[in-house]
């Protein structure tokens, strides 16, 4: 292994605290011997360059490090837009077209390591976890912006760059085994993004227990009271499309086990998970059963409400009288009408109407009358005061023409 030269590209600085010296486009393996190879790749593709190298044994018998650049489609994090303008700003902020070739090498490597650890655990992320994942990488981003650099700008890069790393493995360690299917029971049938092509795609949950039915949730309430059927389960929010409850049920109580579909009866078929039923009776109690269906009729989640009405101690349950029935043909009862009574009754009824009609117009009349004459009555005392005025306004007029005439005699 002595004096062999391990050729890579785009490294143009030196490391002097390392036994292999990079001078222009080569290392060169210094005077300790007992450094392996291996640690030396490692070496360069964390702190060097990110590419990813590949030892090879040339027909000379020399080994070298050849890149293999990885051109995948971008990570979770970069899925996000900003996250991806926050590196670009990074990179052009550089002081040189090397330390930004050098800074775009670090950020590429990075997302070939964003997507081993999504890959790693399903490779899926849904919008939330996104979110949260992309704010902290953001704030952690702006704190190293805003701290005085103590090492090379690329050594500092790396670093930023494994930080978020670790923040997406965080946040997808939380997501995968609770939130990825948080149906313990149900169908779910839910929107994710993939993390390698950045793209939604549907993602099915199947029931854990095999079947839809989630259980019986018994119910009591008391005679003219209310129930509250709440069917709701917060992992129905992440349900695709638009599905609605049915409501259904069977009176009295029965076996559920023994039913069958054509023994319930539709209630209400509603977007709301919850429904009350208020006024209770006794003859209410019953099996209720909610359904969580698709607009196809696809059956994400179900379950039953037995409900028990307890009679009330404080009502009096008096029973309804019926009233006997009279004999078929009873002639004489005042309540069968017969067409000698109805001629003379409708006779009534229309000379009642007619002069009820009568009497109104003449009422209407006279009152019309009444109106017009104090009309009139207000019209006339108003001309004779107009009148009167004019008479006291002309008096002083003629009082002084008079006056004039005698002067000028």
């Given at each position: 292994?002595?004096?062999?030269?391990?050729?890579?590209?785009?490294?143009?600085?030196?490391?002097?605290?390392?036994?292999?010296?990079?001078?222009?486009?080569?290392?060169?393996?210094?005077?300790?011997?007992?450094?392996?190879?291996?640690?030396?790749?490692?070496?360069?593709?964390?702190?060097?360059?990110?590419?990813?190298?590949?030892?090879?044994?040339?027909?000379?018998?020399?080994?070298?490090?050849?890149?293999?650049?990885?051109?995948?489609?971008?990570?979770?994090?970069?899925?996000?837009?900003?996250?991806?303008?926050?590196?670009?700003?990074?990179?052009?902020?550089?002081?040189?077209?090397?330390?930004?070739?050098?800074?775009?090498?670090?950020?590429?490597?990075?997302?070939?390591?964003?997507?081993?650890?999504?890959?790693?655990?399903?490779?899926?992320?849904?919008?939330?976890?996104?979110?949260?994942?992309?704010?902290?990488?953001?704030?952690?981003?702006?704190?190293?912006?805003?701290?005085?650099?103590?090492?090379?700008?690329?050594?500092?890069?790396?670093?930023?760059?494994e930080k978020g790393r670790k923040i997406l493995e965080k946040h997808l360690d939380a997501f995968i085994p609770s939130e990825l299917c948080p149906n313990i029971c149900g169908l779910l049938i839910r929107?994710?993004?993939?993390?390698?092509?950045?793209?939604?795609?549907?993602?099915?949950?199947?029931?854990?227990?095999?079947?839809?039915?989630?259980?019986?949730?018994?119910?009591?309430?008391?005679?003219?009271?209310?129930?509250?059927?709440?069917?709701?389960?917060?992992?129905?929010?992440?349900?695709?499309?638009?599905?609605?409850?049915?409501?259904?049920?069977?009176?009295?109580?029965?076996?559920?086990?023994?039913?069958?579909?054509?023994?319930?009866?539709?209630?209400?078929?509603?977007?709301?998970?919850?429904?009350?039923?208020?006024?209770?009776?006794?003859?209410?109690?019953?099996?209720?059963?909610?359904?969580?269906?698709?607009?196809?009729?696809?059956?994400?989640?179900?379950?039953?409400?037995?409900?028990?009405?307890?009679?009330?101690?404080?009502?009096?349950?008096?029973?309804?009288?019926?009233?006997?029935?009279?004999?078929?043909?009873?002639?004489?009862?005042?309540?069968?009408?017969?067409?000698?009574?109805?001629?003379?009754?409708?006779?009534?009824?229309?000379?009642?109407?007619?002069?009820?009609?009568?009497?109104?117009?003449?009422?209407?009349?006279?009152?019309?009358?009444?109106?017009?004459?104090?009309?009139?009555?207000?019209?006339?005392?108003?001309?004779?005061?107009?009148?009167?005025?004019?008479?006291?306004?002309?008096?002083?007029?003629?009082?002084?023409?008079?006056?004039?005439?005698?002067?000028?005699?």
């Amino acid at each position: 292994m002595e004096g062999f030269m391990l050729t890579i590209l785009n490294v143009t600085f030196r490391l002097f605290y390392f036994p292999y010296q990079i001078v222009g486009a080569s290392v060169v393996r210094g005077n300790n011997s007992n450094i392996k190879f291996a640690e030396v790749k490692r070496f360069i593709q964390l702190v060097v360059n990110v590419t990813v190298f590949d030892l090879v044994t040339t027909t000379t018998g020399v080994h070298c490090l050849t890149s293999r650049t990885d051109h995948r489609a971008r990570a979770c994090l970069q899925c996000d837009r900003s996250i991806r303008m926050m590196h670009e700003d990074f990179i052009l902020s550089a002081p040189t077209l090397q330390d930004q070739l050098n800074l775009q090498s670090i950020r590429d490597q990075a997302y070939v390591t964003y997507i081993e650890t999504s890959q790693e655990r399903k490779g899926l992320i849904d919008p939330t976890t996104l979110y949260r994942a992309k704010t902290e990488y953001q704030s952690e981003f702006d704190r190293f912006l805003k701290t005085k650099l103590t090492g090379s700008v690329t050594f500092e890069a790396i670093q930023i760059m494994e930080k978020g790393r670790k923040i997406l493995e965080k946040h997808l360690d939380a997501f995968i085994p609770s939130e990825l299917c948080p149906n313990i029971c149900g169908l779910l049938i839910r929107r994710v993004m993939d993390c390698v092509s950045c793209r939604y795609k549907v993602y099915i949950c199947p029931s854990p227990t095999g079947q839809q039915d989630c259980g019986e949730y018994p119910v009591q309430a008391e005679e003219g009271g209310q129930a509250l059927l709440n069917c709701f389960l917060p992992w129905h929010r992440l349900l695709l499309g638009r599905p609605e409850y049915h409501y259904s049920w069977v009176p009295g109580a029965s076996d559920i086990d023994k039913m069958n579909e054509s023994d319930f009866s539709v209630l209400i078929v509603t977007e709301d998970s919850s429904i009350v039923l208020n006024q209770l009776r006794l003859d209410e109690e019953g099996t209720y059963r909610c359904s969580l269906q698709a607009q196809n009729g696809t059956i994400f989640y179900q379950a039953t409400f037995p409900l028990t009405v307890i009679p009330s101690p404080h009502q009096t349950h008096w029973p309804l009288v019926t009233l006997p029935s009279l004999p078929h043909g009873d002639s004489y009862s005042p309540f069968q009408p017969t067409g000698a009574l109805l001629v003379p009754l409708i006779t009534v009824v229309t000379a009642l109407t007619l002069t009820a009609s009568v009497g109104l117009a003449v009422v209407l009349r006279v009152m019309m009358n009444q109106q017009r004459t104090a009309t009139e009555l207000r019209r006339r005392r108003k001309e004779e005061n107009g009148t009167e005025n004019m008479t006291e306004m002309n008096s002083p007029a003629e009082s002084a023409m008079s006056f004039l005439e005698i002067t000028w005699k």
